[in-house]
């Protein structure tokens, strides 16, 4: 009976091991803003920064300029072909009925800038 139980004990610490393994090694499995891959993904992030800097003229307090021109760098080598697909995505969605842009380019900064820093590990420079 001794031998049985330190069986269980070991088939369930192997069990938690292969559940921490497999998720370490998975891809996103949910893309921001329903994009179809990493490439529109970073698309859509890279036309989120791109629409900011349009709007703000560069004018905006400089340790967001800072964090947007950062955001556009970091996003734009990740592209690929997809920017047609990030762009066409983000005139959907801040052209919604009832859609303030303002405030879905805010979000959706946040929303890209943490992607970048939990799933790519990006360091931005601090917005002290």
Request: net charge neutral.
């Amino acid at each position: 009976m001794r031998i049985f139980g330190w069986v269980l004990i070991g088939l369930g610490v192997a069990g938690l091991f292969g559940m921490i393994w497999r998720e370490a090694n998975a891809k996103p499995g949910v893309y921001l803003y329903g994009m179809p891959d990493l490439e529109a993904e970073a698309a859509y992030c890279l036309a989120v920064a791109e629409r900011i800097r349009e709007i703000t003229h560069e004018r905006g307090d400089p340790r967001l300029e800072r964090h947007i021109d950062e955001q556009i760098v970091f996003w734009r080598v990740r592209v690929g072909n997809a920017m047609a697909k990030g762009r066409a995505a983000l005139a959907r969605d801040t052209s919604a009925p009832g859609v303030n842009e303002g405030a879905h380019l805010h979000l959706a900064v946040q929303d890209c800038g943490l992607r970048a820093i939990a799933f790519y590990r990006q360091e931005f420079s601090p917005l002290e």
